[in-house]
């Protein structure tokens, strides 16, 4: 009969995790149709290619992008995330929707790994899935799953998931472990120390796994270092909260933390043997970007508890919300739960509690990464995407809590009005659960139950405050938090800017392709101009994906070198342009001054030929009457002479949908 219950519960849990998994598929399904996307996308699968096992190996003994000019301003080790982009590229070469697959599957597995997670640590489905469907939902990650580039992140939260939900299974079988044994020794019972031997291996395989994990997070991106505090925090929450003596307490820490402390220290050593030092980005120790702390910590809040400003798009109104929505959230925060605390009557320890435990674990887990922020002076959407976990979990945790509170509440009421029937909320679950009524005149305490804390006198309203804790106020907040998280999401919004970003890029690079092909191997090419960032907002609606980029300087270049065009050439970036609307016909006129080659991009609404040089149609040839019928950019880079131009090239907007061919598979 428990077997059967523990594949119940096995099956539930899993439905629940395949659940948040679908709903992340389903509002990102879209991007298998997308382009290459982010300037850093066709830069990271051309330097991650290999074709031998020591390519592989290089991989993991050489910084990211090894070879390219991003070393020569910062420096990362990332071979985990490298060697997918390898592996992608032996599967798919340069088809982008296999690309896209990895990172729409990896965001899916992240997740089901919240659900897994939060059910280990309350035992509670509902709660779970609620956490896994907010995190799969929440806009935050608008900005980072549409884009291969940025994959480093989403790899590093699976990865960090994996070992902390481990790990916390790790720690049940040890605490149960060490009280079965001790049982076992005073019984004499041959069985249970047995069973005690197979619960040992069974916690060291976990354990095992766990450092496993966490060695590939920090292989993913350096933010995976968390994990180590996390499994450290985990540790004391529930020592804490078990009051475990002193000495098993130590014994056990030095036990199942000690590896995670060996493992950051040779993941260390192997990042300053590699890099020549911690690495990171080209600026003296300590320094930052000049932007006051309370800047980069509003804009890391906000961009998870409110990342959309519906009240500025409806109102009309530009709100100033950093830093002053920092103020507006920590205010009603401390609000709540004052509130909340307020209400509560028992005097036990918050981190008895599962939720209490959990509370304690998501306030780490979303200031930790403040202080890397912070002392880094950078903060960028991509780099939140990790500490969406706390956020969901938290917020599922609240709804749930307050909503069987509030009905446990009003069921309190109407049984006080009636015969006094009354119902406890569980612990774990925060579930009403009924208890026998005593007799009238009996000398036990009224409706409280064998073993429960009474509280300060018998009757009827005693049971109704014993539903401490979030009630109605705190629902309606997070539920208008939840609702706006989720309207913001890509469920609800197309986010088309991140399509159309990745088709312009794929006719710009096709341009410049064809631009290059009638120039000296060794020339100098001068490329202008190429889309800037705000094309990106002024071709899309409300809402927006804030930080969605093009190609840029060394975009260009590793895309020629995946087509065999780069020869000994140097290509320089010289200007950008601002696109209004989604172009029609991307051409390239080609031109050679003073020994260089200057190419530049034309970007046009016209698809029909205007004028004929030569035999040779010349499809938004820059003429005297050319900036009449280029409408789609607002500010522009043309040749001096025209008539000078020697090749002309054109990319219709217009194609046939097949991908490119593979190169170099």
């Not at 020794?185 to 966490?214: D, I, P």
Request: glycine share 10%; hydrophobic share 40%; proline share 6%.
């Amino acid at each position: 009969m428990a077997a059967r219950r523990r594949v119940e519960r096995s099956i539930s849990t899993t439905l629940a995790a395949a659940s948040a998994a679908f709903v992340a598929v389903l509002a990102y399904y879209e991007v298998l149709s997308y382009w290459f996307t982010g300037t850093d996308t066709i830069p990271l699968i051309e330097t991650s290619r290999v074709s031998t096992l020591g390519g592989v190996v290089e991989i993991f003994a050489g910084p990211l992008m090894e070879g390219s000019h991003f070393t020569d301003r910062a420096l990362f080790y990332r071979p985990v995330a490298s060697l997918s982009y390898a592996v992608d590229y032996w599967l798919w070469g340069l088809d982008p929707f296999g690309y896209h697959l990895t990172d729409l599957l990896a965001h899916a597995t992240a997740a089901a790994l919240v659900v897994w997670l939060v059910y280990e640590i309350l035992g509670d489905r509902l709660t779970a899935a609620l956490a896994g469907w907010i995190f799969a939902l929440h806009p935050l990650s608008v900005e980072v799953v549409p884009t291969p580039a940025r994959r480093h992140d989403v790899l590093a939260t699976v990865f960090a998931l994996g070992a902390l939900c481990l790990f916390v299974r790790a720690l049940k079988t040890t605490i149960g472990t060490d009280t079965d044994a001790d049982e076992g020794k005073q019984t004499g019972a041959s069985g249970e120390a047995t069973q005690g031997s197979a619960t040992s291996r069974r916690r060291w395989l976990l354990l095992a796994g766990s450092l496993l994990s966490y060695l590939l997070a920090v292989g993913s991106k350096e933010i995976g270092i968390l994990v180590p505090a996390l499994v450290g925090t985990w540790f004391l929450v529930s020592v804490y909260g078990r009051r475990l003596p002193l000495r098993r307490a130590l014994r056990g820490g030095v036990a199942l933390l000690g590896p995670y402390a060996v493992a950051t220290a040779a993941y260390l050593g192997l990042r300053l043997v590699v890099l020549g030092g911690l690495g990171g980005y080209d600026r003296p120790a300590g320094s930052t970007s000049g932007e006051p702390i309370a800047v980069t910590v509003s804009r890391y809040v906000l961009s998870l508890v409110y990342p959309v400003d519906f009240v500025g798009a409806l109102s009309g109104l530009e709100l100033q919300l950093i830093p002053n929505g920092l103020y507006v959230v920590l205010a009603g925060t401390s609000v709540l739960v004052v509130h909340d605390f307020s209400r509560t009557r028992e005097n036990r320890s918050v981190l008895a509690d599962p939720r209490g435990r959990l509370f304690a674990l998501a306030g780490v887990w979303f200031a930790v990464p403040v202080w890397l922020f912070v002392r880094t002076g950078r903060y960028t959407l991509r780099s939140g995407y990790v500490s969406i976990v706390p956020v969901a979990a938290v917020l599922a945790v609240l709804v749930v809590t307050a909503a069987r509170n509030a009905r446990a509440r009003r069921r309190d009421a109407n049984d006080d009005g009636g015969d006094h029937e009354r119902a406890h909320v569980d612990d774990r679950t925060g579930e009403p659960r009924p208890k026998s009524r005593s007799k009238p005149g009996s000398g036990s305490n009224s409706g409280v139950r064998s073993g429960s804390n009474p509280g300060p006198g018998p009757g009827p309203r005693s049971g109704l405050r014993s539903r401490s804790g979030p009630g109605l106020a705190t629902l309606a907040v997070v539920c208008v938090l939840v609702a706006s998280l989720v309207a913001g999401s890509a469920l609800v919004n197309p986010y088309g800017e991140w399509k159309r970003a990745g088709e312009v890029s794929e006719d710009t690079l096709e341009a410049i392709s064809e631009g290059v092909a009638g120039t000296p191997a060794n020339a100098t090419v001068d490329v202008a101009p190429i889309p800037h960032p705000r094309s990106a907002r002024r071709m899309s609606s409300f809402p927006h994906a804030q930080s969605v980029t093009f190609v840029w300087g060394n975009t260009i270049e590793s895309w020629l070198r995946l087509r065999g065009q780069a020869g000994e050439r140097d290509v320089y970036m010289n200007d950008t342009v601002v696109l209004s609307e989604m172009p029609e016909t991307t051409t390239a006129t080609t031109e050679r001054r003073d020994g260089r080659v200057n190419l530049t991009i034309h970007y046009d609404r016209r698809s029909e030929p205007s004028s004929e040089d030569d035999g040779e149609a010349t499809n938004g040839t820059v003429g005297p009457d050319a900036s009449a019928t280029s409408s789609v950019a607002t500010a522009r880079v043309g040749v001096e002479d025209p008539r000078a131009a020697k090749r002309v090239t054109t990319v219709a907007r217009a194609r046939a949908g097949t991908p490119l061919e593979p190169l170099g598979r």
